[in-house]
């Protein structure tokens, strides 16, 4: 057999002939220096080659030495915490080994081997295991209780299990299986682009709380569900994602910051370790894996984050824990892919994306949801993924928005003119929508009230009327209008300005758990209630309007969550300042 | 000593096909020599066994396919880096444009860099003062940012460019401070504007320009801004020096990027730019940044010109997803006779959090800062209402945000070329502006702060 060689080098694409035996979306090593590429196509013997590091100085030639193994990514104790690139290099070691700038060619564990870990065996000798069971528990972090189960498709009995100290590549274990004795390592390897497996897919009905109001109670996501984020530039995307990336009510998560901006990376490196997780006081750092392949990294690595970023989420959904990955953002991942197929000179499909753009954001999100894990303790588990689109101009007629709205159950639509007023979150609450609203009643009547939902839908009718009603007044004049349309309209404004409005930046403001949102709307509309009823002349409406009361609502939102009790006082206060006007 | 080939099979625009060639690698410098002597340099843009497609930095002008050599030089395209960068003034292509002799080379550099890992970034923190309040009170830049100026012919862009080179410090502190300028395609005038502007200031001593003029070579803007930061990595991160990056003007660069693509005949994306475009500013503007345990800093300040004014055109469009916020020059206030006419709804800095409040400015900083722009925002609101409805038909409450934005542009944009204003300054005008406004109207301000500020 000829041994496989360059003949061609364009950018990220290198041609290699010699190829025969190859599958498709198997590693390769190209050159000498040994970059690694993963073949996107083969034609005969010819296999082209998409390399994840800048391929300057190789050419015709150069050697090419097939792995005969597909992208894949290594799976154990000791992820939580790391920083990856998009090929799981830890980007950490990295800098210790080259120093400030990532130079090519190093291949480096993605785990660290030589780290021992004390594995507490859950099954013994002579037990029956199936795939998915948990053979042993390993603490990770003070939150993650890192379970070791036996890989995908395996089953047999227990040879030997040890508890003790073990670094990730040693065997602790033995089963005996139709194959023969197999060796368990505490580590495990999964190709990136096949989704792992799962006993059966389940409906998503637990809200999965993020602490930001407008997502919460308009536009929830439930656990296990999908949504996505477009919008045009400095509207707020990232902001909203690293919101999530704080507060979100999941055990473990996973941020891909796939294309974007270094500084960004930086941020989240900074503050996580200083953030405290607000359900159980540790550092967010604890729960957190970051894929970092910046704009200036490589362009296919960018293209392989996002399934990189999903793989190790399911390993920890497989574990029975509620997993939620952001991905901030599809468009660059799209856009990999559409420099790629343009080097391969595929026919185009829309704006030059290739036609299968469609289906691949499809089989991504499609790797959320609730799931009965593998294994036989039929345990759950759930991954949320939560993409940001950056279409060009913010215009939602783009192939990649379009793509993920036909996917997504959410859709936080941003707005530019709400981001220049200032008013963020800049959810735009007439065009976005989500559909977990029916699945969710049960869960928001079961942990907070059954009246939130009335609470929500009212609101909502309220936001709506507002947007008419300021057309009319736009035409008429304000004055114009009846009394009770303008309460309506103060209303609206104290919704839009007290509730949905929240800043980022502030240190009680940032998060708000469901049950203070609950009181914070009702006592928003409990206002209004009121207010209707006693409202009968101009003179009134003046003077309700400008109730002391109302400056009280409008710091509600800076109630920290352990005095909660105070909203029963504006209640009360509420209740007696408008009862004068009877 | 290198293998000179006399195979050029064709030449379309800047790029040329060399044919029969061996060992050539991606991205390699070349050099051709034209039949009468002159040389030019390009790198290899795509290779297979026997044909290399070469992308010339320089123009054509002149080549022949039958007499021109080429030759593979086996290294990428590097700038000669010393401490004696500074104070001169180098062509588009790093030739010496000032009379003086070649830089003796400390160090060379790829001038096409390598990404900063993203885990040794330092977060930029550090409030820059320009002295002008649109920036500093409402979109302050911080050490490390990567701000770009989104201009359109006819505005002011490179006066309030020379106006930050000028007046930017950090507070309370004497710093290594170096202005590296990168020019593509900008016309004569305009350059000597700004030399004129570093020498009447001293500036030049301390500054490293890279000048490609509307009348050279289109393709050799590819190289400028390259040059520029590969200059600005090694003053700040060898030399430690803070380094202010000015790169003027980058719709020219992205012409020339169109330009090379067209001539490749690649699938274009939008409006004929290549599908590339993205990566390949994220290149360049990403190399801006801190780096950890490095004093030294590289802040980038890019300048462009929307056509029609058009936010959305994919130059602005990119460059906004990639760098740190945007000041947008407005021609509405250009109309009106206000200098700087920085639109101050629509810009935005997205580092201002970690930079600005108690010790770096002052604690009310962020409050007031979100608090002007509300109320901006909601003057320039009645402002429409009025017209269509008269400014009789406005609420009290209207008219008050009405007159609050009249003098919020008049006072607090409108600032003389050079004047500097503190940023203590331009907070105290700031709540000078919002005394205007009821005291419950303003909700973006903690009420301590009201308390300390309002009733002055």
Redesign the interface.
Known sequence: MKPSKIIKVSGPLVVAEGCAGAKMYDMVRVSEQKLIGEIIELKKDLAFIQVYEETAGIGPGEPVYLTQEPLSVELGPGLIGSIYDGIQRPLEVIRSVVGDFISRGIEMPALDLKKKWHIRPQVKSGARVVAGDILGVVSETPLIEHKIMVPPEMAGEIVEINEGEFSIREVFARIRTEEGIKEITLSQRWPVRKPRRVKEKSKPDELLSTGQRVIDTFFPVAKGGSACIPGPFGSGKTVVLHEFAKWADAQVIVYVACGERGNEVADLLLSFPELKDPRSGRPLLERTIIIANTSNMPVAAREASIYTGVTIAEYFRDMGYSVALMADSTSRWAEALREMSGRLEEMPGEEGYPAYLSSRVAEFYERAGKVVCLGSDTRTGALSIMGAVSPPGGDLSDPVVQATLRVVKVFWGLDEKLASARHFPAINWLISYSLYHENLEDFLKNNISADFIDLRKEAMRLLEEEASLLEIARLIGIESLSLEDRLVLEVAKSIREDFLHQNAFHEIDTHTSLLKQFYMLKIILEFYHLARERIKTEEDFEKIIKLPIREKISRMRYIPEDRLEEFKKIEEELKNSLAEYV | MFKEYLTISSVSGPLVVVEKTE??????LVEVEFSDGAIRRGRV?????DKALVQMFEATLGLDVVGAKVRFLGR?QELAVSPDLLGRVFDGAGRPRDGGPQIIAAKRMDI?????????????SEFIQTGISTIDGMNPLVR??KLPIFSASGLPHARLTAQIARQAKVLGKEEQFAVVFGAMGITFEEADFFMRDFQHTGAIERSVLFINLANEPAIERISTPRLSLTCAEYLA?DLDMHVLVILIDMTFYCESLREISAARK?????RGYP??L??DL??LY??A?R?KN?KGSITLLPVLTMPEDD??H?IP??T???T???IILSRELQRKGIYPPVDV??S?S??K??GIGHDKTREDH?DVL?QL??CY??GKEARE?AV??GEA?L?DLDKLYLKFADIFEDKFVRQEESQERSIIQTLEMGWELLRLIPR?EL??IR?EYLERYYAK
């Open positions: 060992n050539v690698k991606y991205a390699e843009l795509e290779v297979s066994e990428t096409n860099g390598a990404p900063i890992n993203p885990s040794v970034r330092d977060y930029p490390g940012q991160f690649e699938i274009p994306g939008r599908g590339y993205y990566t994220a290149t990403e190399r940044g780096i490095k936010k959305t994919p469009d990119l906004g997803y990639i740190e916020g945007q709804l629509p935005l997205r580092l959090d970690k962020i979100n722009f509300a925002a909601r209402l269509i409805l038909a609420s419950e909700k973006r009420p």
